[in-house]
């Protein structure tokens, strides 16, 4: 069965940091771009970062670039987004996505169930 | 950037009506359009990509429309599992951006 499994959501302080996962299984992972996409309590969906299938390329919203990286590790079949510099703004539940098909830009054909960061004081 | 524009932002509806979704480009993006079904609580699941292509499981009641910078998603005979919000995104290139979503409600 193709599924992902994020973890790595929590409670943290403005200006601290927190890496997410997203394990992935079911399908050739290094054959398929990957995403993240957020959404905050109460709104809509916000796409966050996307990386290449092999890692090479990657793109970010330009509310997270510069203070959030994502990476992935095929040996591991996972996805991972490096957040810093966290805002109160980047409180939402966190969502892995797979690219429909090999192309760098698709729809997003499987999402995980989300992991939810909270950055409060 | 180009901005997603999705109307109505909600709507009120029985089971059995048609019920039509528009979601607007603001520059062209050729049929490089998803539109993606949420349930409160749960994960999006994509309905239809490439405009008018509806993913494999989803049900024939649900169809899109449109190329260039308009697209619609239609649900013909609106079922108690329908009641959802729909979000349309736009994937011809970064930043992948979503509409602000359609809640459509039990009228």
């Known amino acids: 069965e193709v599924q992902l499994l994020e973890s790595g959501g929590g409670l943290e302080q403005p200006g601290g940091s927190l890496r997410l996962a997203c394990a992935a299984a079911?399908?050739?992972?290094?054959?398929?771009?990957m995403s993240w996409v957020r959404q905050a309590p109460g709104k809509g969906l916000e796409w966050v970062s996307a990386?290449?299938?092999?890692?090479?390329?990657?793109n970010f919203a330009d509310s997270v670039k510069g203070r959030f990286t994502i990476s992935r590790d095929s040996s591991k079949n996972t996805l991972y987004l490096q957040m810093s510099s966290l805002r109160a703004e980047d409180t939402a539940v966190y969502f892995c996505?797979?690219?429909?098909?090999?192309?760098?830009?698709?729809?997003?054909?499987?999402w995980g169930q989300g992991t939810m960061v909270t950055v409060s004081s | 950037d180009i901005q997603m524009t999705q109307s109505p932002s909600s709507l009120s509806a029985s089971v059995g009506d048609r019920v039509t979704i528009t979601c607007r480009a603001s520059?062209?993006?050729?049929?490089?359009l998803a539109w993606y079904q949420q349930i409160p609580g749960k994960s999006p699941k994509l309905l239809i990509y490439a405009a008018s292509t509806l993913q494999s499981g989803v049900p024939s009641r649900f169809s899109g429309s449109g190329s260039g910078t308009d697209f619609t998603l239609t649900i013909s005979s609106l079922r108690p599992e329908d009641f959802a919000t729909y979000y349309c995104q736009k994937y011809n290139g970064a930043p992948l951006t979503f509409g602000g979503g359609t809640k459509v409600e039990i009228k």
């Open positions: 990386i290449s299938g092999g890692g090479t390329t990657t």
């Open positions: 520059q062209g993006i050729s049929n490089h």
């Open positions: 996505a797979k690219f429909r098909s090999a192309n760098w830009y698709d729809a997003f054909d499987i």
């Open positions: 079911g399908f050739t992972f290094s054959n398929y771009a």
